[in-house]
């Protein structure tokens, strides 16, 4: 039982070029998030789904998008990165009990 | 907007004081409270949550209080040790069931031998 899975782990960007971050939970969660997490500032969140095709802003959504196609992914994308979105960033999924969060991925835009 | 507060930024204790952790909320739909604990480059870890149905709840040297009409909640460390040195973070669910999971901004809590 991996949990929550996110792909990849570290990545560096130049300004201006897009990725996509992959979230993957194997436990039937309903809900799933992507915050991004800056000094100082704890836990923003981006985006969020509440369940397989649906997704809701969150606190920060500017320059994000995202998908929930299959119950267990929640893909985070950046079409244009600039340099403000160099930050860690967290995937969580969440049943009925409580939200696990994912190892998180390391994006500089440089 | 919909926000959580939390305070202090950082609470710096002596092994076995206790610490307590303030947050607010600002939905009254609000009904999940969870606490999380971030150590250094690793992912947040549930350590306590609370539902809007209970005042208050314990486990071993942890507790959460909550007191829904000043929409205000708290977690209380007692008997700490230099192990729960880390990053404290308060949540609250916005809406009903789990919805939008929105996240204080975090104390960094340093416990000192």
């Known amino acids: 039982n991996a949990g929550v899975t996110q792909t990849p782990k570290f990545r560096v960007l130049k300004t201006g070029q897009s990725m996509t971050l992959l979230c993957a939970q194997d436990m039937n969660h309903e809900y799933m998030y992507w915050y991004r997490q800056d000094p100082g500032m704890g836990l923003r969140l981006i985006h969020y789904s509440v369940g397989e095709g649906t997704t809701a802003k969150g606190e920060v959504p500017d320059g994000y998008n995202v998908s929930r196609l299959k119950k267990q992914n929640f893909l985070l994308g950046l079409e244009s990165a600039a340099p403000s979105q160099t930050s860690v960033y967290f995937c969580?999924?969440?049943?009925?009990?409580?939200?696990?969060f994912g190892q998180g991925t390391r994006l500089t835009v440089v | 907007g919909e926000n959580v507060e939390q305070h202090p930024s950082t609470l710096s204790v002596q092994e076995g004081d206790s610490a307590v952790i303030k947050c607010t909320y600002s939905d009254s739909a609000s009904n999940y409270f969870p606490w999380y604990k971030q150590e250094l480059g690793k992912r947040p870890q549930l350590i306590i949550d609370i539902r809007s149905n209970v005042g208050e709840k314990k486990d071993q040297r942890i507790a959460v209080t909550l007191n829904k009409t000043a929409k205000h909640f708290s977690l209380h460390i007692t008997e700490t040790q230099p192990e729960d040195s880390a990053v404290y973070f308060c949540a609250a669910s916005m809406g009903t069931g789990f919805q939008k999971l929105v996240f204080g901004t975090g104390t960094r809590l340093l416990v000192s031998p």
């Open positions: 969580a999924s969440a049943g009925s009990t409580e939200a696990f």
